[in-house]
């Protein structure tokens, strides 16, 4: 009761948690010996919308035959049940070709509203609808002139939680956590639009991914630092994301992840790996942002084939690095503000020069496929 108490002193005040120990974390990675995965159905892509301290996110990814990598995100954010703040944030990555700087656009949304059964969202402006076979979504905007969102978004393999949720617990009694993080992901999609720009429209047929996640507490006092891979080729998709908890929580790492074709998931788990192989220290706050990567997946197929993937390389010049503290919305920098220590920077690649290819073994049948990736390495707090 009293780590409870210390632990709700801790959100009002924005402070660092006290040290809990590992008895106070219970991961999604315990529940996956059991179930290494369960594939998603149409009501669990619900929104939550909580009415406790959390962020809710649901970021569309998109990988465009042009060469274009974009984004559009929803971001429902509350702070201690008295403040709702909703975000529609886009993002365009020209490829170095055109030789021009990103486009960033994030715009606070009002009248928001979701469809009876919450599949649905929709604000002034913005409205995001899941098909009724559960396909597809559509993703429509017009809050902000200089992106037009209108995209076409279709599941073409299942969507899947690693375990039987995709649920990490915070909190001594696993029965009543007071904090969770989740992910959910459609790994592999077809992208049909545009988003126009003051420019003219950007086309984005291509392939996407789409990662809901839930995370019920103050972002900082779950996570101290995150790795995030979503790879994307013309046979095989491939998502990891990993997060390592502060000290408060012993330094706990979570992985989840899967590698996926269309119509079928091959591996999904919480055994993934990740090493930065190479890190060069930012001299504007001493992260150690990434160089090189190796990402590794370990599983077993449906018919009980062993299932290794990797992804292996040099990351390239950053496509860019996002000061959290300097571009997100107000509401979000008023969850973090208050703690000592917290400095969340997003490093973000897309290998062009060297390209990284996913290898990927199958029993005895290796392959190695050509494709586009999109990472990120968040550095949040020491």
Same mark, same amino acid.
């Given at each position: 009761?009293?780590?409870?108490?210390?632990?709700?002193?801790?959100?009002?005040?924005?402070?660092?948690?006290?040290?809990?120990?590992?008895?106070?974390?219970?991961?999604?990675?315990?529940?996956?010996?059991?179930?290494?995965?369960?594939?998603?159905?149409?009501?669990?892509?619900?929104?939550?919308?909580?009415?406790?301290?959390?962020?809710?996110?649901?970021?569309?990814?998109?990988?465009?035959?042009?060469?274009?990598?974009?984004?559009?995100?929803?971001?429902?954010?509350?702070?201690?049940?008295?403040?709702?703040?909703?975000?529609?944030?886009?993002?365009?990555?020209?490829?170095?070709?055109?030789?021009?700087?990103?486009?960033?656009?994030?715009?606070?949304?009002?009248?928001?509203?979701?469809?009876?059964?919450?599949?649905?969202?929709?604000?002034? #402006?913005?409205? @995001?609808?899941?098909?009724?076979?559960?396909?597809?979504?559509?993703?429509?905007?017009?809050?902000?002139?200089?992106?037009?969102?209108?995209?076409?978004?279709?599941?073409?393999?299942?969507?899947?939680?690693?375990?039987?949720?995709?649920?990490?617990?915070?909190?001594?009694?696993?029965?009543?956590?007071?904090?969770?993080?989740?992910?959910?992901?459609?790994?592999?999609?077809?992208?049909?639009?545009?988003?126009?720009?003051?420019?003219?429209?950007?086309?984005?047929?291509?392939?996407?991914?789409?990662?809901?996640?839930?995370?019920?507490?103050?972002?900082?006092?779950?996570?101290?630092?995150?790795?995030?891979?979503?790879?994307?080729?013309?046979?095989?998709?491939?998502?990891?994301?990993?997060?390592?908890?502060?000290?408060?929580?012993?330094?706990?790492?979570?992985?989840?992840?899967?590698?996926?074709?269309?119509?079928?998931? &091959?591996?999904?788990?919480?055994?993934?790996?990740?090493?930065?192989?190479?890190?060069?220290? #930012?001299?504007?706050?001493?992260?150690?942002?990434?160089?090189?990567?190796?990402?590794?997946?370990?599983?077993?197929?449906?018919?009980?084939?062993?299932?290794?993937? @990797?992804?292996?390389?040099?990351?390239?010049?950053?496509?860019?690095?996002? #000061?959290?503290?300097?571009?997100?919305?107000?509401?979000?920098?008023?969850?973090?503000?208050?703690?000592?220590?917290?400095?969340?920077? &997003?490093?973000?690649?897309?290998?062009?020069?060297?390209?990284?290819?996913?290898?990927?073994?199958?029993? #005895?049948?290796?392959?190695?496929?050509?494709?586009?990736?999109?990472?990120?390495?968040?550095?949040?707090?020491?």
């Amino acid at each position: 009761m009293f780590n409870w108490v210390r632990q709700q002193a801790a959100n009002v005040a924005g402070t660092a948690e006290p040290i809990y120990g590992p008895s106070a974390i219970h991961t999604v990675t315990k529940q996956a010996e059991k179930t290494p995965y369960t594939e998603l159905k149409k009501e669990d892509t619900v929104w939550q919308a909580l009415g406790t301290t959390n962020v809710e996110t649901q970021t569309f990814y998109f990988f465009a035959d042009s060469g274009h990598l974009g984004s559009a995100q929803v971001i429902y954010s509350n702070v201690m049940g008295v403040h709702t703040t909703v975000q529609f944030n886009t993002k365009i990555w020209y490829p170095r070709s055109e030789n021009k700087p990103n486009l960033w656009s994030s715009d606070p949304l009002s009248g928001v509203d979701f469809s009876e059964d919450k599949l649905n969202f929709y604000a002034d #402006d913005v409205a @995001i609808e899941l098909s009724e076979d559960g396909t597809t979504f559509t993703i429509k905007s017009m809050v902000n002139a200089k992106s037009l969102v209108n995209i076409t978004f279709t599941r073409t393999a299942p969507g899947f939680v690693v375990g039987e949720n995709g649920t990490t617990n915070y909190g001594t009694d696993p029965n009543a956590p007071w904090a969770q993080m989740r992910h959910a992901f459609w790994p592999r999609n077809t992208v049909e639009g545009q988003i126009v720009t003051e420019e003219g429209p950007v086309d984005f047929k291509g392939r996407g991914m789409l990662s809901h996640a839930i995370q019920l507490g103050k972002p900082h006092h779950l996570a101290a630092k995150w790795n995030f891979f979503n790879f994307q080729g013309p046979t095989f998709s491939a998502v990891m994301m990993e997060f390592t908890t502060p000290a408060s929580y012993d330094t706990t790492l979570v992985n989840v992840g899967g590698i996926v074709k269309d119509g079928e998931i &091959i591996t999904a788990n919480a055994n993934g790996t990740v090493e930065h192989t190479k890190k060069l220290d #930012d001299p504007d706050n001493d992260w150690p942002a990434p160089e090189a990567i190796k990402a590794v997946w370990t599983g077993k197929a449906k018919d009980g084939k062993e299932v290794t993937a @990797i992804l292996e390389g040099p990351l390239d010049e950053r496509i860019d690095r996002v #000061d959290v503290m300097a571009e997100v919305p107000g509401f979000v920098k008023s969850i973090v503000a208050a703690a000592a220590g917290t400095r969340p920077y &997003i490093y973000q690649y897309s290998p062009h020069d060297n390209p990284i290819s996913l290898k990927i073994k199958i029993g #005895d049948e290796e392959t190695t496929e050509q494709g586009v990736l999109f990472s990120e390495a968040t550095f949040i707090s020491a």
